[in-house]
């Protein structure tokens, strides 16, 4: 799979989606409304198979759910120092973002990369000025926008 900088996203009509997908997309409908209890149910309910449901399932999205969420992915390069990764969340937190995921790798000559997705509904600053405070952060070598649904 290609790393998440290099991967390309489109919108297509649902009509030029595979069946799969569109199972996939119904399966997820059905979880998230709690009609289903378990993804067994969900792919049982569709008639899909649990293999194609967990292809699918990370790559198909309502295009009114990506609107909603407002999902910013922000890729930074840290210097590796005690309590670095507890100052940048704080600088995130202070700015009303709620941390979706982190990954972090393990430090290698003194560097380490973070991969940060925020959910921005409620961020109070503006994007481009998130970005210059954490590139402001002593520790913090580079910091880039990968992906966003964010104004």
């Not at 979706?100 to 961020?123: C, E, K, W, Y």
Request: with cysteine; net charge negative; glycine share 2%.
């Amino acid at each position: 799979m290609k790393d998440v900088s290099e991967q390309r996203f489109y919108l297509v009509r649902e009509d030029v989606l595979t069946e799969a997908m569109q199972k996939t997309l119904d399966a997820k409908q059905l979880l998230q409304s709690g009609e289903v209890a378990s993804i067994w149910d969900a792919v049982k309910k569709v008639d899909l198979s649990r293999s194609a449901y967990y292809k699918y399932r990370d790559a198909v999205f309502p295009f009114h759910s990506i609107v909603r969420e407002r999902i910013l992915t922000v890729f930074l390069q840290l210097e590796d120092r005690k309590g670095t990764l507890a100052t940048l969340l704080n600088t995130v937190a202070e700015a009303q973002c709620n941390v979706l995921t982190i990954h972090q790798t393990i430090p290698i000559q003194g560097r380490a990369n973070v991969t940060l997705s925020l959910d921005v509904t409620a961020m109070n600053v503006q994007l481009d000025d998130l970005i210059q405070q954490l590139k402001r952060l002593d520790f913090v070598e580079s910091a880039e926008v990968i992906s966003s649904g964010a104004s």
